[in-house]
């Protein structure tokens, strides 16, 4: 379960990331399904991307796949095509959401803003990581 003491732990390894990197992100985490658990909004990160990094982990945990990969199926002809006016308009399809699994199962998910889709995803990565 991502309790609001995991939450923190993903979002301190996250954060160390951005830092290392030198992007200030917004981070959020969501618990198994779907809820939000936490959010951090890091000092100069975009007041958009809020809102973005919220759906980036809830769209991960609600098709438990990376929103970079969902990305990748959902342009013109491809599988998922349409699917980010589903859900009223929540489904993010760029890159920084990532499923978060304990022991093979899916447990919640981070999703990152604030960067190229790139740093993003490492960052989100970083976060991920820190479930392990």
Do not use: C, Y
Not at 72 to 92: A, D, K, L, T
Not at 94 to 101: E, Q, T, V
């Amino acid at each position: 379960m991502i309790n609001l003491e995991t939450a923190r732990k993903i979002t301190a390894a996250a954060e160390k990331k951005a830092k290392d990197i030198g992007q200030p992100m917004n981070i959020a985490v969501v618990d198994e399904g779907g809820n939000l658990v936490s959010h951090v909004r890091m000092d100069g990160a975009w007041i958009g991307s809020i809102d973005i990094s919220i759906n980036k982990a809830f769209t991960s945990r609600a098709f438990d796949i990376s929103t970079k990969d969902l990305a990748e199926h959902s342009q013109s002809g491809g599988q998922f095509f349409g699917i980010h006016v589903s859900n009223h308009g929540r489904i993010m399809i760029f890159a920084g959401g990532i499923p978060l699994k304990k022991e093979g199962k899916v447990v919640g998910a981070i999703g990152v803003s604030g960067g190229s889709g790139e740093q993003d995803h490492a960052v989100a990565e970083a976060g991920a990581a820190a479930l392990k």
